[in-house]
């Protein structure tokens, strides 16, 4: 399954933007989808989860901010980015594993077998 990120950009404080990630293949049937984003200089880091049923998980610095969610009818994911900070900036990736929640909570970004090249956030 190919993953192909959009929806990325430069935006000031405060602001939004959405994320999509697009499967070339089907994304139903029992999978962890995640977002995962790395800023320069640092480590990867998870940022939100979504199990097939529809369980989310977040990363703290992101909770009450970021909604995860997937179209199965679109094999589309998305990330909504609400009230934007400068420390959000970074390269976002999407990532697709089988698995079952709440397995999909201890899933880090090397045990993701489908993952995108990644989109670009900039906020200042």
């Known amino acids: 399954v190919q993953l192909v990120e959009s929806g990325g950009g430069s935006v000031q404080a405060g602001g939004s933007l959405r994320l999509s990630c697009v499967a070339s293949?089907?994304?139903?049937?029992?999978?962890?989808m995640a977002w995962f984003r790395q800023a320069p200089g640092k480590e990867r880091e998870g940022v939100a989860v979504i199990g097939s049923a529809g369980s989310t998980s977040y990363a703290d610095s992101v909770k009450g901010r970021f909604t995860i969610s997937e179209d199965n009818a679109k094999n589309t994911l998305y990330l909504q980015m609400n009230t934007l900070k400068p420390e959000d900036t970074a390269m976002y990736y999407c990532a697709t594993e089988g698995g079952m929640w709440p397995q999909c909570l201890k899933l880090p970004w090397y045990d993701y077998t489908n993952r995108g090249q990644g989109t670009q956030v900039t906020v200042s």
């Open positions: 293949g089907n994304i139903a049937g029992n999978l962890c």
